[in-house]
Structures are given as C-alpha cells and as structure tokens.
C-alpha cells in the first residue's frame, strides 16, 4: 500500500487549503482513511477520519473548519481546510487503513504517507 499526500503549502491566516491522498494498493472494507498533524514541539495528533459506512471524526481543532471526504472506493480522501490559523502550522499525514471506532478488534494496516507541510502565516 502507498499513500501520498498533496496540496500541502503556505497561506495566510483566514485562507484555504485543500490536501489530497491518494492511496495505491488493498485496503481493508472495515477500515478507513485519516488525516494526522504533527506541529514543531507537539504530539501528533487526529485531525479528522472517515470510513466506509459514512462515519466521519473531527479532532477538536478541526471541528467546523475542516471537512473530510473521499470517492467511492476511497482511493483519493480529500481534507478541505477552512478558516486557517497559525496555530494550524503543522505537517499534514494521510493515513491508510485506519481503525473504526466501532470494530476496535479488526485489524486495519495504518499505512502513513510521507507528510505535507502547511503554514500558515499571519
């Protein structure tokens, strides 16, 4: 399985940014897609998911800023960033095949990408 990440840059506080991933390989139907961010300093940490069965997850910094979605057979899953802040500075990964929340015990791969970095300035 390789996962890529695209659209990644810079932009002023307020903008937009749209990343993509694009996933190449087999996943498994119970699991799903994700985005990740790692700022400087921080823990990286869940900025939003979305499976098969509809089921979309927010991290609390994306709520109401950002939107996942993806195609049918989830090979592109696309984050939709509104609102930037500079506090939303971080590298962006897509990770493949990732654990529903619902189905804990069933094993998914969690396939990272490499990353994409996004700034934003004041």
């Known amino acids: 399985v390789q996962v890529m990440e695209s659209g990644g840059g810079s932009v002023q506080a307020g903008g937009s940014l749209k990343l993509t991933c694009t996933v190449s390989?087999?996943?498994?139907?119970?699991?799903?897609m994700g985005w990740y961010r790692q700022a400087p300093g921080k823990e990286r940490e869940l900025v939003s998911s979305?499976?098969?069965?509809?089921?979309?997850i927010y991290g609390a910094s994306a709520k109401g800023r950002f939107t996942i979605s993806e195609d049918n057979a989830m090979t592109n899953v696309y984050l939709q960033m509104g609102d930037l802040k500079l506090t939303d500075t971080a590298v962006y990964y897509c990770?493949?095949?990732?654990?529903?929340?619902?189905?804990?015990?069933?094993?998914?791969?969690?396939?990272w990408g490499q990353g994409t970095q996004v700034t934003v300035s004041a």
């Open positions: 990770v493949a095949d990732v654990t529903h929340p619902s189905t804990p015990s069933l094993n998914c791969g969690h396939y």
């Open positions: 390989g087999i996943l498994s139907s119970w699991c799903g």
């Open positions: 979305i499976y098969h069965d509809g089921l979309t």
